[in-house]
């Protein structure tokens, strides 16, 4: 029988030299794949803000959360909880990573790594 150990990589906290979030916003219903090593999260649902539609990286070399700056066409997905996400190619080529769904949506997406754009 394998064994294996769960890694805590983040635990979530926030410096308190901060200027800016160490860590997304604490959310439910939001979806998340893994692309060139790290693991990428789109959107999800705060009661403090509702739906949302932000993608954050997780850094698994720095060990540090990133919020990624969209292009500045600002086409992004609407704000959602409850979609799905994957990545087909896990290095971030051609790919990239595909969102679909959520909140009765039947819309699909695709965010492209390298260009930073929806």
Request: glycine share 14%.
């Amino acid at each position: 029988m394998d064994t294996g150990n769960w890694t805590l990589l983040h635990d979530g906290s926030t410096p308190a030299d901060a200027s800016s979030p160490a860590a997304p916003p604490p959310r439910v219903g939001h979806a998340a794949a893994a692309m060139r090593g790290d693991l990428w999260v789109f959107g999800g649902y705060d009661p403090s803000r509702g739906d949302s539609n932000d993608l954050w990286r997780f850094d698994r070399a720095e060990g540090k959360w990133h919020e990624v700056e969209i292009s500045e066409d600002g086409v992004a997905p609407a704000p959602r909880s409850g979609h799905s996400a994957f990545a087909p190619d896990p290095d971030g080529g051609v790919g990239g990573m595909f969102v679909f769904g959520g909140n009765l949506r039947n819309d699909a997406w695709r965010f492209d790594v390298d260009a930073g754009a929806w």
